[in-house]
């Protein structure tokens, strides 16, 4: 497989506080990696700077092709709470307002806007935070960018959804695409996962095959715990 995403040496820092510190990885394409650590620890920064939303101290390739802060790409989106759809829209008007810089496929987002009980045609303003949350999910994933960053992406969502939303998301990378993960609720997301980077300290703690934390513990969560009483 090749690289879709290579990191390297990207530093963060605010005044004399170092957040980030020459944190450094390749992303291989049609795989799902899970970004963990504490609260503060750099994990949106680090999404904000991969999507080109930031400038970067370091280098960042996305498709062998450099990032550059003057410039829009459509290989990657970005998923997060800060980013919401025009609540004037609808989620039909929305998708072809992308449609200006994407492909769009609409087959998907009818697919799983009725999976998700989403009504294409009621503007985003009457929507729930959780039914804006997976608007927003259901027009990321239906663009053709094949790196899709998601921060906290199940954080409103109701409990009985995030199974289909989890089946969204495998069903995109089976469409070719490679997604990154931060959040909180790792169990939730561990049987999708095909890798975990955990940063603590400013630096990558730890970068594994999702199988190699599966044969030391019954978890994800095990596993940090296990991790951290050993040191």
Do not use: W
């Not at 969502?157 to 998301?169: A, G, H, N, P």
């Amino acid at each position: 497989m090749k690289n879709i995403l290579e990191v390297k040496a990207v530093n963060q820092k605010i005044q004399d506080d170092i957040i980030l510190d020459k944190i450094t990885f390749n992303v291989e394409d049609n795989s799902i990696i899970g970004l963990f650590g504490p609260n503060g620890v750099g994990k949106s920064t680090l999404l904000r700077k991969i999507a080109n939303c930031e400038i970067t101290d370091g280098d960042i390739y996305i498709n062998g092709i450099a990032n550059d802060f003057t410039k829009f790409r459509t290989d990657v989106m970005l998923v997060t709470s800060d980013i919401d759809i025009p609540r004037s829209l609808t989620l039909n008007q929305y998708c072809s307002l992308l449609e200006l810089s994407f492909d769009v496929d609409k087959a998907f987002v009818k697919e799983y806007a009725q999976k998700l009980d989403i009504n294409l045609n009621k503007r985003i303003s009457t929507f729930s935070k959780g039914n804006r949350e997976m608007a927003q999910l259901i027009a990321c994933f239906a663009t053709h960018s094949n790196l899709i960053l998601l921060d906290e992406p199940l954080s409103a969502i109701d409990i009985y959804k995030r199974d289909t939303v989890l089946e969204m998301i495998i069903d995109s990378k089976l469409n070719g695409k490679t997604i990154i993960i931060t959040t909180h609720l790792i169990d939730d997301i561990a049987d999708i996962l095909d890798r975990v980077i955990y940063i603590h300290d400013t630096k990558i703690d730890f970068d594994l095959d999702i199988e190699a934390i599966q044969i030391e513990s019954s978890s994800i969560a095990d596993y940090l715990k296990n991790h951290f009483r050993g040191e």
